[in-house]
């Protein structure tokens, strides 16, 4: 079955040219892009609409300082590079709702890690599109990140993002799995014409573009 070569949405374009980075420039980033990115997560799905996401931004740099040099020591020194970044937020979650209880007791589902995925994917995908790089850290010393602040117990820390311009970005995308690797149709382990069609059509266009800062452009292969 023959299939057009489909025209590619731009929300996939910006899916494509995401990248983990982890070298930053120091320059700062203003509030407004700061705030425009948490506003994209606000409006992530989530279970029974609880919104549990809590999100504490670090862009003092002083207080980032400190705060890297307490949660990336010992065995958590992987993760240093993040303290170059000039914002890294500590993703939380609030786990005294109903709704979260109830569905890992019944469910056996951690229903607030989903929510928090979509926030985070919100977030970063923003990010992305106003010129910005970011990096999901989840190697870090959670119990000094919780000491540093002082946070309460209700809330549970999930991950942080470190955010900036990158100072350079990799040359190729990581290898995906195929479409034909990760999707079925109608049953287990089923595949369809249109899906084998679909992997010889459509493919990341390696002419992608990603803005740098003062939105100059730089091409980039994918």
């Given at each position: ?7 590619v949405?731009s ?89 979260n ?5 019944i ?45 309460p ?53 390696e ?16």
């Amino acid at each position: 079955m023959e299939m057009k070569e489909p025209q590619v949405p731009s929300l996939l374009k910006l899916i494509w040219q995401r990248r983990s980075i982890r070298r930053f420039l120091e320059s700062p980033i203003p509030r407004e892009k700061i705030l425009l990115c948490l506003e994209a997560a606000r409006w992530a799905p989530s279970a029974e609409n609880v919104q549990p996401w809590r999100f504490l931004v670090i862009d003092d740099p002083e207080v980032k300082q400190r705060f890297a040099e307490k949660v990336f020591s010992g065995i958590y020194f992987p993760s240093r590079f993040a303290q170059h970044a000039p914002v890294l937020i500590l993703v939380m979650a609030r786990l005294d709702i109903l709704a979260n209880r109830v569905g890992k007791q019944i469910q056996g589902v951690a229903y607030h890690l989903l929510d928090i995925g979509m926030a985070g994917e919100h977030l970063v995908l923003q990010a992305e599109e106003l010129g910005l790089s970011t990096c999901w850290i989840g190697w870090f010393n959670l119990k000094k990140a919780r000491k540093f602040f002082s946070i309460p117990r209700k809330y549970k820390i999930i991950s942080l993002i470190a955010l900036g311009y990158a100072a350079k970005r990799p040359p190729r995308a990581p290898r995906k799995k195929k479409l034909s690797e990760i999707v079925w149709f109608n049953g287990v382990e089923r595949s369809s014409p249109e899906l084998q069609a679909f992997e010889l059509n459509f493919h990341p266009d390696e002419t992608l573009e990603t803005k740098t800062e003062g939105d100059s452009q730089k091409k980039v292969n994918n």
